[in-house]
């Protein structure tokens, strides 16, 4: 595993200071080399890592290209997903990469105004966010870069919220819904103004390629996509923040963790909004998220979390497709009636009690409700789903047409 933006101390070590950061890393290069910064973003290739995965050199690009001087830079530290922590991790441990990076992209798109847009929740990446600002409001900052007033923005806990739409209108407007696309964020977000939305371990990545180059970048990694990446991995015995090379192997990372790969078992991928590998196809995929959409597999947020086979897959899709139904913001109709008809009826097909067509209806609806949502969710909701149906089904059927709970030895799931 190569250490990059967590090299350095231990995060549990806390906020890395200014004066710390500056001497382990080095100042970031002067002015002249720094216009070439976008040019580097995107030879070295590197991927927005929110969840989309799109690349980050074309996004500034694009806003650069708007922005006459005008633009807005977001950095996305909601993390609302609730599988992941690496976001939260990172800027509690090491706050100023965060703010390198936001500095720098606000000096390449054309950005007079920045904002930190961190997750209520967060209150220890918070507080190191809001000391590190002052440090550098009272020192000098890495690479003399120009100085962008910054707000610290801070939504309430929320699925939703770090949506880019979402994000720009809590900003705006105090309320964290998303907004019907087009026009999106890069054409006009905060203040109408084209806003750079980016999720902090990106902005991260960005701090180090301008420092040592898109070469450089490129050295660790061992699939097509190259660099690093942060993951969360849970349901082992040492669940964690740590980085992988990107190309690491999901069975490499269930050794890591004290999972044994004789077990097998299923695996999240992506978070809440990712999908669900049966263990046999999975232990193999490597952490790539090109790689893994030729695979029909999601890298999503950089979760791992394997559930194991004590656990009954279908009352944990049950338990997520309601978390995801309550998260809905109650704008579209295919979404808010959609979401909770899915809950409802994996609700009762995990607790033995299903409606004749429960299970026939699931599928249908795992494929009918992508793309009828103004956001995303029900797209990522359904996609899970549709995953769940497939690597549980024999679980799925058991339940529906027997009501029994093949994980619990045959247990009837209903008194
Ligand atoms: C429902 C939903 C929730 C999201 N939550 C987050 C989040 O918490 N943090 C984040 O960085 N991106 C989140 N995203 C992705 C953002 O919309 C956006 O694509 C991302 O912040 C862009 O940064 P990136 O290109 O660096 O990934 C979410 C997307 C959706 C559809
Ligand atoms: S699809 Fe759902 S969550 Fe997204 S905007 Fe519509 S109602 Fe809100």
Redesign the pocket.
């Known amino acids: 595993m190569t250490a990059r933006l967590l090299s350095g101390p231990s995060t549990t070590a806390g906020a890395e200071t200014l004066a710390d950061h500056l001497a382990r890393l080095g100042d970031l290069p002067g002015r002249a080399d720094r216009a070439h910064l976008i040019a580097m973003l995107d030879a070295a290739g590197l991927l927005?890592?929110?969840?989309?995965g799109?690349p980050?050199g074309r996004?500034w690009g694009s806003v650069a290209g708007r922005a006459k001087g005008e633009a807005v830079v977001l950095a996305?530290g909601?993390?609302?997903?609730p599988l992941s922590h690496k976001?939260r991790v990172l800027m509690a441990s090491r706050p100023h990469l965060v703010l390198d990076g936001l500095e720098l992209a606000a000096e390449a798109v054309g950005a007079r105004r920045a904002v930190l847009y961190v997750g209520s929740e967060h209150a220890e990446a918070r507080a190191a966010l809001e000391r590190a600002l002052a440090e550098r409001a009272a020192g000098r900052t890495p690479g003399r870069l120009p100085r962008v007033p910054t707000t610290l923005v801070t939504p309430p806990v929320s699925?939703?919220a770090?949506?880019?739409s979402a994000a720009v209108h809590f900003v705006n407007a105090g309320d964290p819904r998303p907004t019907t696309v087009p026009p999106r964020p890069y054409e006009k977000g905060v203040a109408g103004r084209p806003t750079l939305?980016?999720?902090?371990e990106?902005l991260a990545h960005a701090a180090l390629i301008a420092r040592y180059g898109d070469a450089w970048y490129r050295e660790a990694g061992r699939a097509e996509t190259r660099g690093t990446a942060l993951v969360t991995v849970s349901g082992g015995m040492r669940p964690g923040v740590l980085e992988v090379d990107l190309g690491t192997t999901v069975g490499e990372l269930a050794e890591w963790s004290g999972v044994s790969a004789s077990v097998g078992s299923p695996v999240l991928l992506g978070g809440y909004?990712g999908t669900i590998v049966a263990g046999a196809n999975a232990w193999r995929l490597p952490l790539d998220p090109v790689a893994m959409r030729c695979d029909g597999a999601a890298f999503g947020a950089g979760v791992v979390a394997f559930l194991g086979d004590e656990a009954c897959g279908v009352a944990t899709t049950a338990r997520i497709m309601d978390y995801m139904a309550g998260s809905s913001a109650a704008q579209c109709g295919p979404c808010v009636f959609g979401l909770r008809a899915i809950a409802d009826a994996s609700a009762r097909v995990a607790t033995g009690q299903p409606h004749q067509d429960d299970l026939a209806r699931l599928r249908g609806w795992s494929q009918s409700l992508a793309g009828r949502g103004a956001?995303?969710?029900p797209d990522?909701t359904t996609a899970l789903l549709a995953t769940s149906l497939r690597v549980y089904e024999a679980d799925w059927t058991s339940h529906q047409h027997h009501r029994r709970c093949s994980v619990r030895q045959g247990a009837r799931v209903v008194q």
């Open positions: 927005g890592r929110g969840g989309a799109f980050v996004k996305n909601a993390e609302g997903e976001d699925y939703l770090g949506e880019e939305v980016q999720n902090v990106t909004f956001c995303r969710l990522g």
